[in-house]
């Protein structure tokens, strides 16, 4: 079945840019009906998304973080990135990747998500 | 944005009981575009319910999603140990996505 990994430092210094790696496995990301989110998790809080990026290169960003967001795919490797410019101590949180279900009038929300990968912002 | 508001936002009680989980929307948001998850300590989240009421595949159908005018509901007929954990509603139906700040089911 479709698995995804995290990859990425998970430490990276203030005004620095934060730069993850979602690896697809069991699954080709370029087989359509399906976009690539990227979701943190702030300690102990809830879940916030940060965008997702269709195989065809088409992304959406949350608005509140558009500015410093940058999704973009690789095919040829099965793998989606997200960098995130000018960070924070704010934007230290969990980070995962996850499969987002969506097709014409319908969601079939997010299936199948990776184990998480923890990014501190610290000097 | 849509701001989903979760209650309660601690639900004690034993297994074998009964959970009802709400999940309103500040806005219409349409039973198509309404998901559900699970997540328990150090996990992700894991989808149980899209479309209101559509279980996820591998869902246990004590699992149920409904909807209601503005509000959403996810019912555990019959908790088992293994359901207590912290419950988020999403929307899908206006940009940005967004979630609920979720209901935390423990053990009472």
């Known amino acids: 079945q479709v698995q995804l990994q995290e990859s990425g430092p998970g430490l990276v210094k203030p005004s620095q840019t934060l730069s993850l790696t979602c690896t697809v496995s069991g699954g080709s990301i370029s087989n359509g009906g399906y976009y690539w989110s990227w979701i943190r998790q702030h300690p102990g809080k809830g879940l916030e998304w940060i965008g997702y990026?269709?195989?065809?290169?088409?992304?959406y960003y949350n608005p509140s973080l558009k500015s410093r967001v940058t999704i973009s795919v690789d095919t040829s490797n099965n793998q989606f990135s997200l960098r995130l410019t000018s960070v924070t101590a704010a934007d230290t949180a969990m980070y995962y990747c996850?499969?987002?279900?969506?097709?014409?009038?319908?969601?079939?929300?997010?299936?199948?998500w990776g184990q998480g990968t923890t990014v501190t912002v610290s000097s | 944005e849509i701001v989903l508001t979760q209650s309660p936002g601690t639900l004690s009680l034993s297994p074998g009981e009964r959970a009802t989980l709400s999940c309103r929307a500040s806005q219409s948001v349409g039973s198509t575009y309404l998901a559900w998850y699970q997540q328990k300590p150090g996990q992700a989240p894991r989808l149980l319910i899209y479309?209101?009421?559509s279980r996820a595949t591998g869902i246990p159908d004590r699992f149920s999603g409904s909807k209601s005018g503005a509000d959403f509901t996810l019912t555990i007929s019959s908790l088992e140990p293994e359901d207590f954990g912290l419950y988020y509603c999403q929307q899908y139906g206006d940009s940005p996505l967004t979630f609920g700040g979720g209901t935390k089911v423990e053990i009472k």
């Open positions: 996850a499969r987002t279900g969506i097709a014409s009038r319908s969601y079939f929300g997010m299936d199948v």
């Open positions: 479309a209101a009421s």
């Open positions: 990026i269709y195989y065809s290169g088409n992304t």
